[in-house]
């Protein structure tokens, strides 16, 4: 009860000052949690919250009201497991903070201290009408990638909703070779450090050296008491197998499965073991060797038989949910329908850390992230027009957006227009 009120205050603390009361109606309200779109609706926001979502919802008297009229309303979208705030360019080293490749430390790696709510990416992400999202590291040369984050996409400085929410360890083909010792190596490595840390939580010491550095150590006693969820990298359906063993062997462990390309032809097992899945939606040829048996199916496959899936934010993620509402209609093939395909980057992210009480829906209570899009969000066509982060309105103005204005009706002069000041 105390750690709730605790984590009540804190969560009061962080609602802006600013946020706004008001009312959209007349659109099509896409609540999030699963259900269908509703026509003609009405979404009312009180001081940062959402007080009611859908048909016959009464506006109250006096306060702002957007007409949404012809387009859509919906939730704002969740970000699942991406490098967001964390990287500028890519290639460019000296502004990409994804991986920490020769650190001397592992699982005690947290990105929440390099986080940049001004980098560009972020800017352009809330502009396509992501509110949240799940920030992760990636492995260096360890199986172990580090804690992830919690963010918002908001205009402010303030964005860090919840640091080390999670720890993040890469296995398969990968964690083996950064463990030297392919996956035999990856799986008794991860199986030493939990134990290690097991052992530190306990205050036991068995006179063994020991593999991890003490802040690794540290690092991994919330997910040995199972505090936060422990993301898995695995994508062979064999290895699926064997991470779910490790939920047997370290009970209280919460796992997560993080790509799961294979993860149809295991998905009475992950089912079974009540483990949520975070994994792409196209993801259709066999890139590796552990991913011989990738179809777009995997996620209806998935899902049909009782799996929790999110969708792994990669470029134009809710087009692939979109397409996955498109599989439904192909002989032979299984999809989602509109709902469930719109809740993989709504719900079922914000779910996969435990704060869908806190955003991924309209559902009342939840903080107001409110997008209204000019159509469909799920079409490819659709834009944002309007995007509510905690209930206050934010920008769209990215770098990309000031070089479309400036060059869209450019006029020739004297000079190139690099020159003009």
Known sequence: MKRALILAAGLLLAMPASAQTFAITGGTVAIGDGSQPIANGTVVVRDGRVVAAGSGVAVPAGIRTIDATGKWVSPGLVVGLAPVGLVEVSGVEETNDTVVATSPFSAAIDVAPAINPKAQPLQVTR??????????????????????????????????????????????????????????????????????????????????????????????????????????????????????????????????????????????EIAAAKVPVITTALTDLPETFESLASTQSNVGRMRAAGVSVALQTTRNTAQEAGNLVGLANVPGATGLDWGNAFATITSAPAAIVGMER????????????????????????????????????????????RLRDRYRQSVEGALPKAYER
């Open 127 to 268: 502009a396509e009408g992501y509110t949240r999202a799940i920030v992760g590291p990636e492995a260096g040369d360890s199986i172990f990638a580090g804690q992830g984050a919690i963010i918002d996409l908001g205009t402010d400085m303030a964005a860090l909703m919840q640091p080390r929410a999670f720890q993040h360890v890469v296995l398969g083909q990968g964690g083996g070779r950064n463990v030297g010792g392919g996956r035999p190596g990856a799986f008794a490595y991860l199986r030493n450090a939990l134990q290690e840390a097991d052992a530190l939580k306990q205050g036991r010491d068995d006179g063994f050296d020991r593999q991890l550095t003490r802040m690794d150590a540290d690092a991994l006693i919330p997910v040995v008491e199972g505090r936060i969820p422990l993301f898995v990298t695995v994508n062979r359906a064999s290895d699926i197998l064997t991470v779910l063993g490790f939920g047997q062997e370290f009970r209280r462990i919460r796992l997560v499965l993080v790509g799961a390309h294979e993860g149809w032809m295991v998905a009475r």
């Open 358 to 401: 806190e955003f991924g829906s309209l559902l009342p209570g939840r903080r107001a992230d409110v997008v209204i899009w000019d159509g469909d969000p799920l079409e490819v066509q659709t834009g944002v027009e309007q995007v509510f982060i905690d209930g206050v309105e934010q920008s769209l103005d990215t770098h990309m957006s």
